[in-house]
């Protein structure tokens, strides 16, 4: 070994790489099995759903379901694209959605949230 | 009644067969009468760790299907008092275990033993959902390696919403970490992940670390369980899980690098 490489930096242990890949990688699985079986379905449906009247981008969709005590609150956020971009899919689809709202807000949201009283599933 | 537990892992070879075969010895070592089952239908190992391939007539399967009777199946270690061996089919598949054939039997010989310990296959099929499904404690097998931890994180989601406990709203399984294969001198190159790690990733308390090896090798080619070689590191490593597993309170060994003495470093030999 040559004298000089002892005082270059040493390379990043593999055992530290293992280790933040396996964080991330199972922090987004965990996040996924905590859902009920039907989230993902309920997510593509409401998608093509929405996507028939307004062009939205499939990644700037969200749908969360929190469990209370004995009331759990089903959460849909989506995205809306920007005014310019709406109008265009509007020419394109016929049966396009007008917002209320005419602001140029680069981004827009529509949030809902379903409440289903005493709703219990196991996951 | 008895205690009925999993070796569980998801990934395969990490050493379930292994550490079934030793924590079951351990078991019956200190007085508690012990059976340790093979689940992994169609490919039947345990029998040869155990050291008892020759004596197999009957096994689980056809007492699942009452082609013979428990006491038929079951194999009496010839070393151990208190420790038998219920072999599963080389024949069969994963389809030949019914959850009520497995609950007739498990039930059966809870009249007669400590501890039921259930050795399952890979993977999270069948054999392995049926292997952990009535379960008391689990014992997950990992090594410290990015795919077998993964795998271990991905059965314990099983175990918490697909086992008998999960499903009928009763306490939960227990669940401890066994990690094997562990070896401190890579662990200090930097090169392998450390137990506090893989402790922290997964986050389940810690039943014992099993250093790599070379009599685990040695006694399974012999057909002896591991923890028989007092000699040996991994032995003592096992002896150690079981009774922490019984609830004593017994210091981790074996996971920083043993010492070298002048001799053997000129020689540059490894343990």
Excluded: W
Aim: proline letters at 4%; glycine letters at 8%.
């Amino acid at each position: 070994m040559s004298i000089f490489n002892f005082f270059r930096a040493a390379p990043r242990a593999s055992a530290v790489q293992a280790k933040e890949r396996l964080q991330i990688v199972m922090a987004h699985e965990r996040a996924g099995r905590s859902g009920p079986d039907y989230l993902p379905m309920l997510q593509q449906e409401l998608l093509a759903v929405i996507a028939k009247y307004v062009n939205i981008d499939e990644n700037k969709v969200e749908v969360k379901l929190d469990r209370g005590g004995d009331c759990s609150t089903l959460e849909v956020n989506i995205e809306l694209p920007a005014r310019e971009q709406a109008k265009a899919a509007s020419a394109a689809k016929p049966a396009a959605d007008k917002p209320g709202n005419d602001h140029a807000a680069a981004k827009r949201s529509v949030g809902g949230s379903v409440g289903n009283a005493g709703a219990k599933k196991r996951i | 009644m008895s205690k009925i537990i999993v070796m569980t892992s998801g990934k395969g070879g990490v050493g379930k067969t292994t550490s079934s075969a030793a924590f079951a010895t351990g078991l019956a070592l200190r007085g508690f009468k012990t059976v340790v089952i093979d689940f992994d239908v169609g490919l039947r190992n345990l029998d040869l760790v155990m050291g008892c391939e020759r004596r197999v007539v009957f096994d689980f399967i056809n007492v699942i299907n009452g082609e013979a009777k428990l006491n038929q199946a079951l194999i009496k270690d010839k070393r151990i008092e208190n420790l038998y061996i219920l072999p599963t089919s080389q024949t069969r598949d994963k389809d030949a275990l019914t959850r009520e054939g497995v609950e007739k039997v498990l039930n059966e010989l809870s009249k007669e033993f400590d501890y039921i310990l259930c050795d399952s296959p890979a993977g999270i099929e069948r054999g392995a959902l049926m292997s952990l499904y009535f379960a008391d404690h689990a014992i997950i097998v990992t090594n410290p390696e990015v795919s077998s931890v993964r795998d271990s994180d991905r059965i314990l989601g099983v175990l918490n919403s697909r086992s008998r406990r999960a499903e009928q709203g009763l306490e939960p399984v227990t669940q401890q970490l066994l990690l094997t294969r562990y070896d401190p001198e890579r662990v200090e190159k930097g090169e392998m992940l450390k137990v506090d790690d893989v402790l922290e990733i997964l986050a389940i308390p810690l039943l014992g670390v099993i250093p790599e090896s070379q009599a685990v090798l040695r006694a399974s080619n012999v057909g002896m369980p591991v923890i028989l070689d007092e000699a040996s590191n991994a032995g003592l490593a096992y002896s150690d899980a079981v009774g922490r597993f019984l609830g004593e309170d017994i210091d981790h060994r074996f996971v920083t690098p043993q010492k070298k003495g002048l001799f053997s470093r000129l020689l540059r030999r490894s343990a």
